[in-house]
């Protein structure tokens, strides 16, 4: 006659292991730490660094190119004389208050108030300074630009209505560009992975576009002072991401151990 089936423990007498899946008993002190709140990853390309550095190149020679072309300025000045010559009140007021929106003020303002409602109701700090650093990106950039290339803005007595007169040698890249396409990415890296994904790249690319326009129709640049605002915005958005993937996670880490384990944001609570 045979004794009772033996009753099978999951956990040795008195004690609080777990079994693994391969059966093997582990210790609490062996099981893996809660990890915190994970940083926002930003869309990386594999060869970010070497993209990066092509189209930063690639702003400064057709920068160059344009400088240094005879009759290159006077050429591509003819199409703000023809934009100049067929004003329309209807196309005037989309072109001014685009000047406005995506100036220095309006942009650093706009920044601000999306950052901090994303901070405040979308996802926490890290993704509110991942979007504020991708957006305000394309200004920088721009200004290191005109910086190296140094042109000078289309002469306003040569246009027949000139809409906002500006001087100076800061017109090659265009800020405004610069700054809605880098906008753009950065909307467009809040809504990826959503249904609104494609609309969103859609909307901000043809946003860019309507930017461009306006900034030949009233005649402050030059159309490749335009294109390579594309280039120049894009070059730091590239960079950032590679940046801000490597490190960042190293600050969440060092912020961390300073504050002694807590989570990333959990200071104020």
């Known amino acids: 006659m045979t004794g009772p089936a033996p009753v099978k423990r999951d956990t040795p007498p008195g004690g609080d292991g777990a079994?693994?899946?391969?059966?093997?008993?582990?210790?609490?002190?062996?099981?893996?730490?809660?990890?915190?709140?994970?940083?926002?990853?930003?869309?990386?390309?594999?060869?970010?660094?070497?993209?990066?550095?092509?189209?930063?190149?690639?702003?400064?020679?057709?920068g160059v190119?344009?400088?240094?072309t005879p009759g290159f300025s006077a050429a591509e000045l003819g199409i703000d004389q023809d934009l100049s010559h067929h004003h329309a009140a209807a196309l005037t007021a989309v072109a001014m208050a685009l000047n406005v929106v995506f100036g220095p003020v309006a942009g650093l303002a706009l920044i601000g108030a999306t950052a901090l409602s994303i901070w405040l109701f979308r996802g926490g700090l890290p993704k509110a300074v991942a979007f504020g650093l991708v957006a305000s990106s394309g200004w920088v950039a721009s200004e290191i630009f005109k910086l190296i290339v140094a042109r000078q803005r289309p002469?306003?007595?040569?246009?027949?209505?000139?809409?906002?007169?500006?001087?100076g040698s800061n017109s090659f890249p265009s800020g405004h560009v610069s700054f809605a396409v880098a906008l753009g990415f950065a909307v467009y890296f809040l809504a990826r992975g959503t249904r609104w994904a494609k609309v969103t790249a859609a909307g901000a690319a043809a946003v860019a576009l309507i930017v461009a326009w306006s900034r030949l129709y009233i005649g402050v640049h030059y159309p490749t002072d335009v294109a390579a605002s594309f280039l120049a915005?894009?070059?730091?958005?590239?960079?950032?991401?590679?940046?801000?993937?490597?490190?960042?996670?190293?600050?969440?880490?060092?912020?961390?151990?300073?504050?002694?384990?807590?989570?990333l944001g959990a200071e104020g609570k």
């Open 65 to 68: 190119a344009a400088q240094l």
């Open 19 to 62: 079994l693994s899946r391969s059966g093997v008993l582990r210790r609490p002190d062996a099981l893996p730490p809660t990890a915190g709140p994970r940083l926002w990853a930003l869309p990386q390309i594999r060869h970010w660094l070497v993209l990066g550095i092509l189209l930063s190149a690639a702003v400064v020679a057709l």
């Open 155 to 167: 002469n306003p007595a040569l246009l027949f209505d000139p809409l906002a007169p500006e001087t």
């Open 233 to 263: 915005a894009s070059a730091a958005v590239v960079l950032l991401a590679g940046l801000w993937n490597r490190g960042a996670p190293r600050m969440a880490d060092w912020r961390r151990v300073t504050s002694g384990g807590r989570p």
